[in-house]
């Protein structure tokens, strides 16, 4: 089976500009998270979908928004960038929907560089 | 309050060594403690987990202790290798899939 794909996996915008980044989860995952990764903060929680329905949503500002289409495929939007949203951005599938029972496999993520 | 703090912030370890690394939880509904390893360049992959009903997990190298009580707990890397040298983030969750990460410790492992 092929992993988790991050598309772009580096990518350069400026202040004020947004940007989409696409996530294609294991074949049969249905549960799509996201984090962004940052030095010194370690991962922090985006938000989670599961059957195209976000179910958790971490404490970020409105401009963070995601979604996941009927394929399990989701996107992650950032709109009005700041040179703080510079970061890793990092997908995970999962075929359960609880965390008890299985395990998140991340994509090697996508580099956002704010200039 | 839901954080996960984590220690130390990186650790130098002789090849052959131990490595431990500490975690400790405020959450008392975490009912899900994962270890994941995450080389340069990579993506973070789970290492290990542990559920709170049991004290102690083991797989190879790699041993999770928990102390419910305290709510913390730690990784120990048995007879450290130079493959070991990674950035390692310790989590806590339940239900689904909102984890609570640490903020990571690098290490690495002299040979």
């Known amino acids: 089976k092929a992993g988790v794909t991050q598309t772009p996996r580096y990518l350069i915008k400026t202040r004020g500009q947004q940007v989409t980044l696409s996530c294609s989860p294991i074949?049969?995952?249905?549960?799509v998270s996201w984090y962004q990764q940052t030095p010194g903060q370690g991962l922090q929680f985006l938000f989670e979908?599961?059957?195209?329905?976000?179910?958790n949503k971490g404490n970020f500002p409105g401009r963070f928004s995601g979604r996941q289409f009927s394929n399990s495929r989701s996107e992650m939007n950032v709109s009005t960038l700041e040179l703080g949203d510079s970061a890793l951005y990092l997908c995970?599938?999962?075929?359960?929907?609880?965390?008890?029972?299985?395990?998140?496999?991340f994509g090697e993520g996508s580099r956002l560089t704010v200039l | 309050q839901q954080q996960v703090k984590q220690s130390p912030q990186s650790l130098i370890v002789q090849k052959g060594g131990i490595s431990i690394i500490n975690c400790a939880y405020e959450?008392?509904?975490?009912?899900?403690f994962p270890w994941y390893q995450q080389f340069p360049g990579k993506g973070p992959a789970l290492l290990i987990a542990?559920?709170?009903?049991?004290s102690e997990k083991k797989e190879g190298r790699f041993t999770i202790s928990f102390n419910k009580s305290a709510k913390q707990f730690s990784l120990h890397i048995m007879d450290s290798q130079p493959g070991d040298s990674a950035t390692y983030f310790c989590?806590?969750?339940?239900?689904?899939?909102?984890?609570?990460f640490g903020t990571g410790t690098r290490l690495k492992v002299l040979a």
């Open positions: 995970a599938s999962s075929e359960r929907g609880n965390a008890n029972t299985g395990e998140l496999f």
């Open positions: 074949s049969g995952h249905r549960s």
């Open positions: 979908y599961f059957s195209e329905t976000q179910r």
């Open positions: 959450n008392t509904a975490f009912d899900y």
């Open positions: 542990i559920r709170p009903d049991v």
């Open positions: 989590a806590g969750g339940s239900g689904t899939y909102k984890y609570i």
